[in-house]
């Protein structure tokens, strides 16, 4: 069980995290945001990579600070990371299974071997890193992570800049995860992780605003969302900005938007969606003027 107890970051006067509090089991959590949200923050607090200015992260009941006990037991992706070009894959996983004392060399060895098949680069594996599309990298750095068996993997935005094909893949390797550790994903985008995350956590400026499931989301949204039919030159005078959505019909430009009240006599009540809710959640929307 990975725990944040009134965990919290100040730089200077600015809260980059305000305290907070929650335990994650087993599973994949998703850490949802705007950019500047804090995702990195909290998720260096976690890893022990960053010192909080109050309170504390464990894992198990040990805390993240204790390095000689609990380094080894979580693993980190950051968002972006440097690699020897002129290392292979296998090389580098040798190298942190070294620095992760994870067993004797012929245990090093075999857990490599298992991690390149697990993140699906048994093909690449002896290549230099530096021929590595971004895909591979993200996929050897949780590989890295996963060295050393640990209970709980936090990934920062681990989709970001990636093909549809190789989003896929990694989604897949994470889920694959799920089972045995505790698995921290941040993103900005909520469909990147909405196929594998039943659980997310949502900030906004240093602030917890939600910790639930993910369909609950769409409640943020609830009563307020409304829809309608506009002309093209209806939508034209529109502020373009206050709409979720406009896609083009037969009949016209079908428009979405979140209001305290009906924006267009034409509008009517629809139920939104979990991408809307958390829209919702995240620009504090209120009402629109159209
Ligand atoms: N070392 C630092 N010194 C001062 N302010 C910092 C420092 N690191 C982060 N911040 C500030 O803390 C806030 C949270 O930053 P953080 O990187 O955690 O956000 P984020 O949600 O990960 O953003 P992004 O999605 O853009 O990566 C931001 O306003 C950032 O400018």
């Given at each position: 069980?990975?725990?944040?107890?009134?965990?919290?970051?100040?730089y200077k006067q600015y809260w980059a995290l305000e305290p907070l509090?929650?335990?994650?089991?087993?599973?994949?959590?998703?850490?949802?945001?705007?950019?500047?949200?804090?995702?990195?923050?909290?998720?260096?607090?976690?890893?022990?990579l960053l010192a909080p200015t109050t309170g504390d992260a464990s894992?198990?009941?040990?805390?993240?600070r204790d390095v000689t006990r609990s380094r080894r037991r979580i693993g980190y992706v950051p968002q972006t990371f440097r690699l020897y070009p002129q290392l292979t894959a296998r090389e580098w996983l040798l190298h942190a299974a070294k620095l992760k004392n994870a067993g004797t060399r012929m245990e090093q060895e075999a857990q490599v071997r298992t991690l390149i098949a697990a993140v699906h680069l048994e093909e690449k594996a002896d290549h230099a890193v530096g021929s590595y599309s971004s895909g591979m990298i993200k996929r050897l750095g949780i590989a890295q992570a996963l060295v050393g068996k640990p209970e709980a993997v936090i990934v920062d935005e681990p989709t970001a800049g990636l093909d549809p094909e190789e989003r896929l893949r990694l989604r897949n390797v994470l889920a694959e995860l799920a089972p045995s550790a505790t698995v921290l994903l941040?993103?900005?985008?909520?469909?990147?992780?909405?196929?594998?995350?039943?659980?997310?956590?949502v900030l906004r400026s240093g602030k917890l605003l939600y910790n639930g499931r993910l369909g609950g989301l769409a409640s943020y949204a609830e009563g307020r969302l409304w829809q309608w039919e506009a002309s093209e030159r209806e939508w034209r005078a529109m502020a373009q900005e206050r709409l979720l959505s406009a896609?083009?019909?037969?009949?016209?430009?079908?428009?979405?938007?979140?209001?305290?009240?009906?924006?267009?006599?034409?509008?009517h009540a629809a139920a939104p969606t979990m991408e809307e809710g958390y829209l919702a959640l995240i620009t504090g929307s209120g009402e629109a003027s159209l």
């Open positions: 069980m990975l725990t944040a107890d009134h965990l919290g970051k100040k509090s929650f335990q994650l089991e087993r599973g994949i959590y998703g850490l949802l945001g705007p950019n500047g949200a804090g995702k990195s923050t909290l998720m260096r607090l976690l890893a022990g894992l198990h009941g040990i805390t993240v941040s993103t900005h985008v909520l469909s990147d992780i909405e196929a594998i995350c039943g659980q997310v956590l896609r083009r019909t037969p009949d016209g430009i079908l428009c979405r938007t979140i209001a305290d009240y009906q924006p267009t006599p034409y509008a």
